[in-house]
C-alpha cells in the first residue's frame, strides 16, 4: 500500500454540501461557523478509507476530538480486527485542517502527516497534548509505587556520557531522550527482554512515521518495563535477536538481561529528527501491527504487517541515585556519566 494524499469527501451529495459552503468564501480565511457537519463527515469518510485496506489487521475507531475554527486533532484508538478489543495505550492522532475553502482529514502514514500537524496552532497543539492523556491508559500508584520504581541506572555503559535533550518534564510521564556519546545503549536494570526488533531501516519523521520503529522492550518485574527506541538498523547483538526470534504478534521472546549490558545502538529510525535514544517506563507493554507502507525493512512490500512494540501506563522511575523529582527537573544539555557496578 502506498502513503495516501489528503483525503476528501467524492460523493454527489457532499460536493454539492461543500459547493453551497465554500464557494461563496474562497477568498475567506475562516470556515462557517455551521460547517460542522461537513467536517464531521470528512472524518468519517477518512476513517472509513482507512479502515477498508484488506491487508490490515487492525482498524481505527474516533474516541473524542478537540478543534478550533480552523483545524482539529482527532483521537484515534487502534483496535484487533479480529478480536474488536482495542490496544492498551495507544491512541493516534487524525489531523484536520481547512485551506482555500476545503476541509482535509490527514491520517497516520499520510506523507503529509507532519505538514498537516504544523498547520495547527500553538494553543490548538497545547490543548490537544493534554487532552490526549484522557484517552490513554493511566499507570495505577498500587501496581508499582514509587518506592518500588528505583534501582534503575542510566541506559548506557558504565563510563560512557550522555547528555539530556529532553526528560520527563519537556517530554512527558516515563520518556527521556538522551544524546549518547559512545552510541551504545544498554539495559537500565536486570530483567528479561520481551521484544527486540531492528529490521527497520528508515528515518521518516517528515512522511509520517508516528512511531520509534526500532525498539527494545525489557520486563523488570511487576507491572515495571522499559522501551528503547529509535535503535539503528541491525545493531541488536545476534545472541539477543537469534532467542527472540522474528517479531510477532503474540511475544514469544524472554531472554535474561543485566543492568550495563549492551542491547543495541542509538540510531534515527521512524518518528526522529536526529540520532538520539529514547527511553520509556510503564506499567505494560504490547505489540501492535501497522501496515509497513514506507517500506522500512526494505522487502518490497508494503502490505504487510509491521510489528510495534510499545509500553503504556507510563510511569516516572529513579535512575542511577537520583530521585524521580530530580530526573524529571534534568535541564536540557545536562550531560551524565553511567557507573554501572
Known sequence: MMPHGFRSLSTAALLMLLCFFFAPLSRAQTPPQDASNVVDAVIEAAIAEFNMQPTGLTFYREVGRVADEQNAVVYLEVVNRETG???PG???WLYVNYANGTWTAVMPGDANYRAAYRLLSEELKARADELDEEYRTQADPRFAPERERTGYELPFPSGATGTITRSYDLHGKGKIDFDLTAREVSAARDGFIVFANDSNSIQ???SGAWWYWNTMIIEHGD???SLYGHLAPDSIPAWIKDACGVPQLLPDCRVPIQAGDVIGQEGNTGNSTNPHLHV?????FGIVPYLDIFDGDA???RAE???AGYVYAEHNVALNGFSVEEVAAWPY?????SEIN
Do not use: K, W
Request: proline share 4%; no cysteine.
Open 85 to 87: 478489543i482495542r490496544y
Open 90 to 92: 495507544v491512541i493516534d
Open 204 to 206: 521518516t519523521y517528515q
Open 223 to 225: 507491572h515495571q518495563y
Open 280 to 284: 520509556e517506563f510503564g506499567q505494560g
Open 299 to 301: 522487502d518490497g512490500d
Open 305 to 307: 504487517p509491521i510489528f
Open 333 to 337: 544539555l545536562t550531560v551524565l556519566a
